[in-house]
């Protein structure tokens, strides 16, 4: 024991050398940037998907076909899954770097920009499958043809 008792635990009080830390913290990153490229991978396909299907309508013995743009709520569905798409990569590449060079995010402006793009995110990507589905089916029964294939 020291003379003025520096350095000597008591015993109860934990003592954290920062190794630990040093791996959750690398675990979380990695799990973030997982779930990042599975948003990406996600919206694109959706994205993707939409782009390229068609449908056909016969009318008689006309062929009409159908695609994407010519729904204006198909198109509003591609475009947030593009934005959102383009917002994960961004926010993959800069998972990236921060892992590379191993800093850490201690600007709170640069936190809560990031959380509020990610909130804007998951508002495109869930809610607006089911907000364009809604109105093109509003616009089926009402006869709205701007937002359904005639």
Request: net charge positive; charged share 15%.
């Amino acid at each position: 024991m020291s003379y003025l008792g520096v350095g000597v635990s008591p015993g109860n009080v934990p003592v954290y050398h920062g190794s630990y830390l040093k791996v959750v913290d690398r675990r979380v990153r990695i799990a973030e940037l997982v779930l990042r490229c599975v948003i990406v991978g996600l919206a694109v396909l959706a994205a993707v998907l939409i782009g390229t299907d068609t449908q056909v309508k016969e009318i008689f013995t006309i062929k009409k076909e159908a695609k994407f743009t010519e729904m204006k709520a198909l198109l509003f569905l591609v475009v947030a899954n593009g934005i959102t798409a383009a917002y994960s990569l961004a926010q993959v590449l800069r998972c990236i770097a921060s892992m590379i060079r191993g800093s850490i995010l201690f600007n709170k402006s640069l936190a809560w920009a990031i959380f509020s793009g990610d909130q804007v995110c998951i508002f495109f990507f869930f809610s607006f499958p089911h907000l364009f589905s809604s109105i093109c089916c509003v616009a089926i029964r009402t006869g709205i043809l701007c937002f359904t294939f005639a």
